[in-house]
Each structure stands twice: as C-alpha cells, then as structure tokens.
C-alpha cells in the first residue's frame, strides 16, 4: 500500500470548514483513500473513502485531486467534538481476501472555541 | 447495527494468567481484525480473518493466540503476557475487501 503524509497538527475554529491535507505520491490505480479518525481513548471510526471521484456523505468531503497524488478531508462546520486525530488511508485490492489498514501517525486536529 | 462490541472493557492481569479478549459482531461482516494501539501512537495490526480463516498474522509473539469460532465472534487469547503488551486491544470488522471497517471501543490491557 502507498504511504500517506499528513502535517502532525492542525487547528480549526469552531464552526468554520477544516480542511485536512494528505499526500499520497506514490498511490497506484486501484488504491483507494481512506479517512478515519480517532477520538481520544474510542475505537476508529470510518469516515469517508474514495477512489478518483470527489465523495460526500453526512460527515465530510473528500476531495481528490486529478493525479490522485493528493486529497483533502473537508469537515463543512468543525464542532468541539470533532476534536480527535484524522488518518488518511491508501489501501490497495489484494485480489481477494480480507486484508487491513496500515495507520501512518495521523493529524490531531484541534477544534478551538 | 453497526456496533462492534468488545469485552471486557478493562482487564488487568498478572504474567502468569491467561485471559481471553472477546469482539462480537452482527453486520454479516466476513472479515475481522485485531489491532493493538500503545499511548500516542496509531493501532498496528495484528491478525485477520477471512471467512473464519486466518489469513493475515503480522509476525505476533505465539504468547497472542486468536481464534474465530464462527463469522460473528473473534477472541484473542493471552498467556504469560509481558507488561510490555499494556495496550489498547481493537477489534474490527468489514464485508470484504475495500469496504469500510467498523471498529469497537477497545480493551484496556495492562499486563502487571
């Protein structure tokens, strides 16, 4: 799977867009992008994925640039509960079977009051 | 549901015991992992199951021993744990391969 680069940190005022940038220089055709996040001490939780298209679904956007070496996580009203580490995923079809998510370190985004 | 549910949800133990670490789910999911996750870092995989077959293990000390005795439960079974293996123990499901995994609360490990 292709290694992902996420700054270590962000902050986001509550109630404005945070938009969360990762590269993924190396992904190949069939590799998908993943976002999940983390709240502190929770399990992860699945927030969106794409493959060349831009995605939206009730949490986010994932927007893809066209050479697909890059995306952005787009949360359109940030809240303080929204404050937890976001991982960005590429995770290529191992032609069958089940395989699993190899986390990079992730941007602990902080959403301010 | 898209619940994950793990039990318990703490457990302290001695490194002489063995315990065993349950995850149950109900969303037909055919596949399932274990993950481990130590302070301020990001969860590792440890093993995966494919249709109740184990089809991932990432090189685990034998001392974590899993097991998937049907599609809806995976357990992990621990003996002579080192304090070491203190972590955050995850459990997680999904269909099949490049769709969304749904992951459970975690159990609280701590090896004394």
């Known amino acids: 799977d292709a290694k992902t680069t996420q700054p270590p940190s962000m902050d986001c005022a509550e109630g404005r867009a945070a938009n969360l940038p990762c590269n993924h220089s190396t992904i190949s055709g069939n590799e998908y992008v993943y976002w999940y996040r983390q709240i502190h001490s929770q399990g992860p939780q699945y927030i969106i994925h794409g493959l060349k298209n831009n995605e939206t679904n009730e949490m986010a956007s994932l927007i893809i640039t066209e050479d697909r070496k890059s995306s952005t996580l787009i949360l359109p009203h940030a809240t303080l509960r929204d404050t937890a580490v976001y991982y960005c995923i590429v995770r290529g079809y191992s032609g069958g079977g089940a395989d699993g998510l190899t986390f990079g370190k992730g941007t602990h985004l902080i959403i301010q009051p | 549901d898209t619940e994950v549910t793990q039990t318990p949800k703490h457990l302290v133990m001695g490194m002489t015991n063995k315990k065993s670490l349950k995850c149950e789910q109900h969303?037909?999911?055919?596949?399932m992992y274990w993950y481990k996750q130590k302070a301020k870092k990001p969860p590792e995989l440890m093993f995966v199951?494919?249709?109740?077959?184990?089809?991932i293990n990432e090189s685990v000390p034998s001392r974590f021993s899993p097991e998937c005795p049907n599609s809806s439960l995976l357990n992990l079974h621990l003996h002579a744990l080192q304090p070491e293996d203190s972590a955050l123990y995850l459990c997680a499901s999904s269909q099949r391969v490049n769709t969304e995994a749904f992951f459970g609360q975690g159990t609280r490990l701590t090896v004394v």
């Open positions: 199951y494919s249709y109740e077959k184990l089809s």
């Open positions: 969303m037909g999911h055919r596949a």
